[in-house]
């Protein structure tokens, strides 16, 4: 192989679709997941859409942004979910996801999250654990 595309994320699959779009076919693209998607990928949990990544990084909402996506992987291969979330802590309604809108709860409340959240298992390095409830501790902490 003349290329080796670690991981078949938007990036890597992109990456994989330029080549070939350029002619070239001596690459690889590896995946450690079960299925394509990387931090795209969303799991059903309890009959709703969770982000496992960061799926949200992509401003979906844009046209451009999707015909550029449907480019290199097709479009009735996605599984589309449509939602406009939003989340009630602490006496106060914001935009989901929660790590994205801190911002829009009061300054002393917003400190507090994000002290939590950098003290978090998911940001010092803890296992992933299998329970729902104790997943939200480990992404978030404590103080969720």
């Known amino acids: 192989m003349k290329y080796l595309i670690l ?3 938007p990036a890597g699959l992109s990456l994989g679709c330029a080549l070939k779009a350029l002619g070239e076919t001596s690459f690889l693209i590896l995946e450690a997941e079960a299925e394509a998607g990387g931090l ?3 799991l059903e949990v309890d009959g709703s859409p969770l982000d496992i990544g960061g799926g ?3 401003d979906t909402k844009r046209k451009e942004v999707n015909s550029f996506l449907f480019q ?3 479009e009735d291969e996605w599984k589309l979910f449509k939602r406009d979330s939003r989340i009630f802590i602490d006496g106060n309604l914001i935009g989901h996801p ?3 809108n801190i911002w829009q709860l009061p300054v002393d409340k917003e400190i507090r999250y994000l002290i939590s959240i ?3 298992g998911s940001n010092t ?3 992933v654990p299998k329970d729902f409830i104790q997943w939200i501790y480990w992404k978030f902490g404590e103080a969720i």
């Open 7 to 9: 991981g078949a994320g």
């Open 40 to 42: 795209c990928r969303s």
């Open 56 to 58: 949200h990084f992509l």
């Open 72 to 74: 290199f992987m097709q």
């Open 98 to 100: 929660f790590e994205s």
């Open 118 to 120: 950098s003290k978090s």
């Open 125 to 127: 390095g803890k296992p």
